[in-house]
């Protein structure tokens, strides 16, 4: 309908281009609906009443389905990193900078980033499922029927929660990280250990530490957004779920990794 | 006529457009106050829109709904939210919140709604599941724990929580075995009998042709957004419109 149809219009190269300009269409179309969502999100959360107790409880749900696994790839993420920097960095002899190199690329990037794309994977899809199941077994409209609203009552706990949560998350991520990092350093590639620690305190500066504080509460925010969004999205039977669940993990990593350019670009001016 | 004081719902001129769609196409039909009412139709006729306007979950683009005597159109989302207090609600699938127990579900709308002590409480839920038949070792159990019968007690006693005075019923024996179909159907009919001396109509949407006419005292037969054949229960089955007669005989 969109293509004025030439003979050779049905050739592989028409039907392409076809196919990604729909893909592009939809995929803006989606972006209006969960900046759409997002508004709600907003405009609910400011209502009363205020579910604290939920928002407790879905704090303590998502600490305790990422804490161990946040805290497992903090340790080794900083233990490889040590490895990595220390082999470049011993040809130059500047492995004593190995410490701060590692603690800055923890800081700014990796803490903030991998502890979002975990964040996503874990929680972000319980959330999609949970709510996608409640949208199918009509639970949702239950609590419509009651006078309660969905998006209130579900969504913003989630996403109040997750965006307190990721910050907290990812400094585990970052103090285990740094044990990690250190471990190695000293123990396995001989370091001295006070040169570590000062070098350490040399280089490193609040500012380099709220850079992925800030970016990890974007990430929280997000995660929850898209996870909570995806619930809703569900209208079908249990391959709906899995569906949706699947969505978003898949938009939650993306738009982790999306975002961290983006907020990055505008942090390193402004910190 | 029926007296403007015993409408529990008064449709009313009602048209409901889905982009350029007539779903409801200017139904005009009174639902009588304390009485069992079905609603009857084919797949898509609009019997989950009707419930939908009832319910104030949607606005009809042309039309007025009037519910126990206040008309929807005129409030807004607040106050219809309030509103929807009147109204009990038993889903298809019970629509239990998975995450709660039995007695959790039944209190559930009582922690958001009344400033009941926590054992008042748990007072006023136990009577009701024990109403329904549902006994103490139960209460503690998840929805995953519990029968497909049992759920819909659970979910019939969550929807009487607070004391409503319309109770909608989506398709309560639809997909269920013949033990559990009558099971609910004396549910029904017990818990119209029970709330009546404070006012309880039923409305009732169903495919389920032999049940209805057993329980209801009024079936309505809704085909592409019109009600085209309104009677007592008694009379239904010697209806001589061609599409009631389809569905009788389906
Ligand atoms: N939100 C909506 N937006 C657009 N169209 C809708 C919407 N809800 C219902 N419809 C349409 O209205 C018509 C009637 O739907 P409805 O769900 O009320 O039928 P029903 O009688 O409940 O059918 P069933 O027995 O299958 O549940 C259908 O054609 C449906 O596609
Ligand atoms: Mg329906």
Not at chain 2, 36 to 65: C, D, E, Q, R, Y
């Amino acid at each position: 309908m969109n293509t004025s149809a030439s003979p050779q219009s049905s050739s592989w190269i028409h039907r392409r281009i076809e196919k990604i300009g729909r893909q592009v269409i939809d995929a803006v179309d989606g972006l209006g609906l969960i900046v759409n969502f997002t508004g709600r999100v907003f405009y609910w959360a400011f209502k009363p009443p205020f579910r604290l107790k939920i928002v407790f409880e879905q704090f303590y749900f998502i600490g305790n389905k990422s804490l161990l696994i946040v805290g497992l790839s903090g340790a080794f993420t900083g233990m490889v990193m040590a490895y990595q920097v220390y082999f470049g960095f011993q040809l130059i002899s500047v492995d004593s900078l190995v410490g701060p190199v590692v603690a800055l690329s923890l800081a700014k990037e990796l803490a903030p980033v991998l502890t979002g794309l975990i964040v996503s994977g874990r929680a972000g899809s319980a959330m999609a499922a949970q709510i996608g199941s409640m949208k199918v077994t009509e639970q949702v409209d239950a609590l419509e029927v009651m006078g309660i609203n969905g998006v209130q009552y579900l969504a913003v706990p989630r996403i109040i929660a997750t965006t307190v949560c990721m910050p907290m998350l990812s400094s585990l991520f970052l103090f285990i990280g740094n044990i990690g990092s250190y471990l190695v350093g000293t123990k396995a590639l001989m370091i001295d250990e006070a040169m570590y620690l000062s070098k350490l305190g040399e280089f490193m500066h609040m500012s380099d530490f709220y850079q992925g504080f800030i970016k990890s509460i974007f990430f929280g925010f997000i995660v929850s957004v898209i996870g909570t969004y995806f619930g809703f999205s569900v209208t079908k039977g249990a391959e709906g779920v899995g569906r949706g669940t699947n969505q978003a993990v898949v938009w939650g990593m993306i738009s982790v990794l999306v975002l961290d350019y983006f907020l990055t670009s505008f942090l390193v001016k402004i910190l | 006529m029926i007296d403007p004081n015993d409408r529990a719902v008064a449709v009313n001129k009602v048209t409901k457009i889905f982009d350029g769609h007539t779903v409801l196409n200017n139904l005009d039909f009174i639902i009588p106050k304390n009485k069992i009412v079905t609603i009857l139709g084919f797949s898509g006729a609009g019997k989950s829109t009707l419930l939908k306007h009832i319910l104030g979950l949607m606005l009809p683009t042309h039309g007025h709904i009037e519910v126990l005597g206040q008309d929807l159109t005129q409030l807004n989302k607040v106050q219809l939210r309030e509103f929807r207090r009147n109204f009990g609600m038993l889903f298809q699938y019970a629509a239990l919140f998975d995450s709660m127990t039995a007695l959790e579900n039944v209190m559930f709308p009582l922690k958001e709604f009344t400033k009941m002590t926590p054992e008042q409480m748990y007072d006023h839920a136990s009577k009701l599941l024990i109403s329904v038949d549902i006994q103490e070792v139960a209460f503690n159990k998840l929805p995953s724990e519990l029968s497909g019968g049992m759920r819909k007690r659970v979910g019939l006693a969550r929807a009487l929580a607070l004391h409503p005075h319309i109770m909608l019923y989506d398709e309560p024996t639809t997909g269920l075995d013949p033990i559990t179909t009558k099971m609910v159907n004396e549910l029904i009919v017990e818990t119209q009998k029970n709330n009546l001396s404070r006012g309880m109509t039923s409305i009732i949407i169903s495919h389920d042709v032999r049940a209805t006419l057993q329980i209801s005292d009024y079936v309505a037969f809704l085909d592409r957004g019109n009600i085209v054949e309104y009677l007592p229960a008694a009379e239904f089955a010697k209806s001589n419109n061609e599409l009631v007669q389809e569905f009788i005989n389906l």
